[in-house]
């Protein structure tokens, strides 16, 4: 063979320095951008399910990085999170997403939380700092959570979760149906809402055995008196099987994709 261990170590070698200088260049690319505000928060309409009025938001930041160009932030939290810049990209988001959700009184607002900021003792500190900050009332707001972080810190969750409840603010696990998430383990945790994945509730329209996970997921959570937001929804058939498998909340393309603050306020004048 012409492949050299050598060779391979160095190619290696080269693959890990590629990576790390890749994962520095855009930690220090976060950094900066939070310096001068380059960070944008995008809201997606949730829908009730029996009414299809917008009864929420969920928040989502985006970061244009001009003149770089826009990363997704699928190819950024990780970072932030690995960095610790996490915390203050974090309290950006929550921070701007209360302060534009409170004129528009009649939505929920939804924020993604990183396990690395539910991990800090200081975060339900923090949320009632910005909630008191803000003005906005603690009882449209809910946290979205992951399970990583609930599998790796049961008991940190659970208090979390109570301190959190305590303040008047809803707890939603994301990203059902995505990784270890059992059926199981939703009864010790005292979820406000279970949100069911995209890669899960987007294949009901096609996927028998996916159509039956989320019908059971569905009927265990309500009897654990959880609500159940379904996200992913592309197309009208899905939106009709999960209305017809009694989800509570839907989200996805079907009714509306991100936008901005602006359009958000534009659409909710329209419709008075
Ligand atoms: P997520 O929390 O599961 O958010 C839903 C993602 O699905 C969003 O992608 C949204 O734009 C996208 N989406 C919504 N409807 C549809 C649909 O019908 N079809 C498809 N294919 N996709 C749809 P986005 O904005 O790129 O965010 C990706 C992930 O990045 C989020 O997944 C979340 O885990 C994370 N993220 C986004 N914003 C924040 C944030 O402010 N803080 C933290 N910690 N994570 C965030
Ligand atoms: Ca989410
Ligand atoms: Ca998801
Ligand atoms: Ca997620």
Redesign the pocket.
């Given at each position: 063979s012409k492949v050299t261990g050598k060779g391979r170590i160095t190619h290696y070698d080269a693959e890990l320095n590629n990576a790390r200088e890749h994962q520095l260049r855009i930690e220090n690319d976060i950094r900066d951008g939070l310096l001068r505000n380059e960070f944008d928060?995008w809201y997606?309409p949730i829908v009730d399910a029996r009414s299809l009025a917008t009864i929420g938001v969920?928040?989502?930041?985006r970061w244009p990085r001009r003149p770089a160009g826009a990363l997704?932030?699928?190819q950024f939290?990780g970072i932030a999170e690995t960095s610790g810049l996490?915390y203050a990209?974090?309290q950006f988001?929550l921070r701007r997403a209360c302060q534009d959700l409170l004129p528009l009184s009649d939505l929920k607002l939804s924020?993604?939380?990183?396990p690395a900021?539910f991990r800090d003792p200081e975060f339900e500190n923090k949320v009632a700092g910005v909630i008191t900050g803000s003005g906005f009332p603690a009882h449209r707001l809910q946290l979205?959570v992951?399970e990583t972080y609930v599998l790796e810190n049961p008991e940190r969750a659970r208090a979390a979760i109570t301190n959190l409840k305590g303040l008047g603010t809803a707890v939603a696990l994301?990203?059902f149906g995505t990784g270890y998430s059992s059926i199981g383990y939703l009864r010790r945790f005292n979820f406000d809402t279970i949100k069911i994945?995209?890669s899960l509730a987007?294949l009901i329209d096609t996927d028998e055995q996916a159509a039956a996970l989320v019908g059971g997921t569905i009927r265990i959570a309500s009897a654990l008196g959880m609500a159940v937001t379904a996200?992913?929804?592309?197309n009208e058939k899905q939106m009709k099987l999960l209305r017809l498998a009694g989800c509570d909340q839907l989200?996805?393309?079907?009714f509306s994709?991100?936008m901005p603050i602006e359009d958000l306020r534009s659409l909710r004048q329209q419709h008075g």
């Open positions: 928060v997606q969920e928040a989502l930041v997704p932030p699928d939290i996490i990209l974090g988001v924020v993604n939380i990183s900021q979205e992951t994301d990203d994945d995209k987007g996200e992913g929804i592309e989200q996805g393309y079907w994709e991100p």
